[in-house]
Nanobody, 114 residues
Framework: QVQLVESGGGLVQPGGSLRLSCAAS????????MGWYRQAPGKERELVAR???????WYADSVKGRFTISRDNAKNTAYLQMNSLKPEGTARYYC????????WGPGTLVTVSS
């Protein structure tokens, strides 16, 4: 069955950086349109970045120029490099297919605070 395990979150000061990872099994990331989503407290989950099978990328306006999505086919792992983090980036981050499957991993919590 599909498993997606996100990691790399933590507490970071505004302006800092984090690199999130999404280790996948039961699904080949390179054969799917994959994305990173986030859900802030009290808000709906939103898509912030996606990568196509041929590595074309798209970003939400709120993260464009600061976040970079990538994929390592050999490791079947997706990444989200987050730079210049802002307090409004505090959320639980998830990876999933686009559009999302019914299954969701545990996510990884990112807290941006001084």
């Amino acid at each position: 069955q599909v498993q997606l395990v996100e990691s790399g979150g933590g507490l970071v000061q505004p302006g800092g950086s984090l690199r999130l990872s999404c280790a996948a099994s039961g699904i080949t990331l390179s054969g799917n349109l994959m994305g990173w989503y986030r859900q802030a407290p009290g808000k709906e989950r939103e898509l912030v970045a996606r990568i196509t099978t041929d590595r074309r990328t798209w970003y939400a306006d709120s993260v464009k120029g600061r976040f970079t999505i990538s994929r390592d086919n050999a490791k079947n792992t997706a990444y989200l490099q987050m730079n210049s983090l802002k307090p409004e980036g505090t959320a639980r981050y998830y990876c999933n297919r686009v559009p999302a499957m019914n299954y969701w991993g545990p996510g990884t919590l990112v807290t941006v605070s001084s």
